[in-house]
Every structure is written in structure tokens, then in C-alpha cells.
């Protein structure tokens, strides 16, 4: 039987995806489809077993991934013809600060730059544990683009003994309301006996924290998502 709290967060489907060229070609072939939302994992040079990396260049290694984000991203563009905004695309940011372009530009700042200069919605992902490098340039995409950002709460998140005041502060740092925010509950790494804790647990904090633009649940590598996305 549904509860009222299962009406707060009904069904969608968020892919969880690390740029491989099979993950790209398959979103392609998906095509357009407002029914779900992509979230982007960007791993640091020598994490991504598909490609020789060794002794490749940390600039080429970011421009690579931003060409395939690129390529993935074609199916979320708008299309003006047709009165289509564009497709969010969720970009982690877990990783991003572990490398920096050679001119010293950070990961994150590179990529919103370019994004900056496309017709893309994009919007990054961001934990409690974030560095204040990441948490500061989180700060300045989201007030530029003015869409907020994705916080992302994981196993870890969720043995914090207050998530809600956790959620708040991190709202503070970023100088976001919580309108101005999407929230991802990532069950994925809490053991199946446990996740209808975890989903009860979800949404209470779902409803501790009023109007985030967009609540999600992460059971299992990016499938049985649920969000009240439109």
C-alpha cells in the first residue's frame, strides 16, 4: 500500500554514468527524453580502466571527458523549433578536486566554463564532504547559472547524527535556499535488508527541508530512482 510519503517521491529513472564511450554511445541512441536525468561521475586520471591512460597529460585527460560530455549532452539540448527547454544533466563534483589543469585552473572551474559558453543545463553535484575549493565554486556556477545545486546524500551522509542541520549549513556556505537546491538520497551502497530504512529515512529529511526543487532516491547503480523531477 502507497503512504503519503510514497507520493512525495514518485518514480524516475537517474543513470549514474562515468563517461565511458559505451555509456555515451547508449544515451545517444536513448535520444531525447525528459523521463530522466543523467548523473555524471568524472574520475581522476588513471580510475578509468577502458582507456591506456599512463602518461597521459592531465589537460588532455579533462579535455577528453568534456568532449564526451559533449557528445552525451546532445540529447539534452534544447530545441527552440519545438518550444523545448533544455534536459538538466547532473555533473558530480566528488572528484573534481583531486586534479587541475596545468595553467592551474581547477577541474570544476574548467568545465563551468565551457558549459558557460553552451546551451546545456548543467548543474553540479555536491556532499558534505566537499572541499572549500569545491564548495566555492559550486557557490559561484550556481549563482551564475542561477540553478542551484544537486546535494548528493550518501551511506556516510546518512551516519551523520543531524543530516538536516548538516544540509543547512552546506546551504549557508553556498549562499542557496532551499529552493534554489535538488536533493539525491544515493541508497546504492546500503545493504537491501536496510534500504526501507534508508527510504523512510529519506523522507524525513525530505520533508525537514522545505521546497528543494527536486528530491531523488539512488537504490542500485542508478536504477529504481525516484524524483518529483518534471
Known sequence: MSTEKDALIPPRYVPILKLKMGEVEA???LGRNPGYT?????MPLGADHEDDESGEPLDTHVQKHWNRFLSLAESFRPIP???LEALPIWLDTSYLDRFALSSGEPALAYFGGEWANTDLHVVPVIDFFATRSIVTVCAELAHRDGRGVVIRLDRDAF???DVTNE???LLANLRLAPDQIDIVFDLSGILSTDVNIGYRQSADIHESIPSPQRVAIIYSCGHGISTNCQ
Open 38 to 42: 543523467p548523473l555524471i561521475e568524472i
Open 159 to 161: 551516519s551523520s547524527r
Open 167 to 169: 544540509i543547512r549549513v
Open 81 to 83: 523549433m519545438f518550444d
Open 27 to 29: 544515451i545517444k541512441q
